[in-house]
């Protein structure tokens, strides 16, 4: 990827082409691309993303960089993604630190958006979000503090956008938040960080309305027991696309 624009993309260690994580790096999340049919048979790249709750705005999921338990150390961005990635999913997504390719990432301020291209047998089914997000919040409930899932329940929508509309739409130029219509005619409004991260990206070449340049696709399983979470958290039957 040497044609892409420094003043978007990450700095590389030039010895072994690795990510140099500078220690004001204060978040991280990742941006899914799906090959996405929408209910009109219209089927184009699009992004994945979700709505928060709070601000009911659309985002990729991420957050902040944490620190790793007994350390003076922070943990590193491709885990600050992944985790992101899981427990704003509602554990829909459960993707590998290791999946994430430092050359498939932009910088907007101190955050770190890492975009990654996927696809699933069957296709990726919203409707396994929903119910995974009921489980999460039934299971809350019945658990109270002991299996507080609290971080699984940050968001209540997913959508797509095709990366074509988002090119049409002006994308390059709009200002904070960005209105527009999602792939299958809902309006929506996507946060200023994930516009800028896939503003971002397309300026440096990294996507295009194709999806991610080099055209690698990243196929993932699917099925219910994917492990536990982090913190020991059993995953209560929820249902995952993993790799």
Partial sequence: MQNHNKKYVLK??????????N???TGAGAILIENYKNKNGRRDAAVILFRNKHTTNYDDPGGIRENIRNTNRREDLKNTASRELMEESGNFFRISQNTFDNNCAVRHGQYVGFFLQVSSKKGISSKHYYDNINRNNINNNAYNNIHNMHSWRETDGITRVYITDLINGNINNIRGN???NDANGNQITISGRTKALIRNALQSNLINYNGIANGQTISLHYG???GKHPLGINNLNTVCYWI
């Fill in 12 to 21: 590389y260690n030039d010895q072994n082409g690795g990510l140099v994580q």
């Fill in 224 to 226: 219910i027991p994917c």
């Fill in 23 to 25: 220690n004001s790096d």
């Fill in 178 to 180: 960005m209105k527009i």
